[in-house]
Nanobody, 115 residues
Framework: QVQLVESGGGLVQPGGSLRLSCAAS????????MGWYRQAPGKQRELVAF???????SYANSVKGRFTISRDNAKNTVYLQMNSLKPEDTAVYYC?????????WGRGTQVTVSS
């Protein structure tokens, strides 16, 4: 089992930046992949970015060039640096860890982009 705790969300103006953090605890040695998803009101949860244990990263087209996912294995933490934020980035952001036979989710952190 892996426990995930997100932090770093908040209110930011359009064009601003935020950095989300996701701290993992538990059976962290078994994590294959970690990623960030988001869910806006009335919409389905969607992939934002993920990073594999081998260092491969992938991004949704809507955030390419603006968001960066990174992992600090020493701190068991994955980050999402979000720049040039837009109102359409407003959502609850969730951290996800993929293990060999299961998936763990965090509880989410709210990001609101508004003037």
């Amino acid at each position: 089992q892996v426990q995930l705790v997100e932090s770093g969300g908040g209110l930011v103006q359009p064009g601003g930046s935020l950095r989300l953090s996701c701290a993992a605890s538990g059976s962290i040695f078994s994590i294959n992949e970690m990623g960030w998803y988001r869910q806006a009101p009335g919409k389905q949860r969607e992939l934002v970015a993920f990073a594999t244990s081998g260092g491969t990263t992938s991004y949704a087209n809507s955030v390419k060039g603006r968001f960066t996912i990174s992992r600090d294995n020493a701190k068991n933490t994955v980050y999402l640096q979000m720049n040039s934020l837009k109102p359409e980035d407003t959502a609850v952001y969730y951290c996800k860890a993929v293990l060999p036979r299961s998936v763990s989710w965090g509880r989410g952190t709210q990001v609101t982009v508004s003037s």
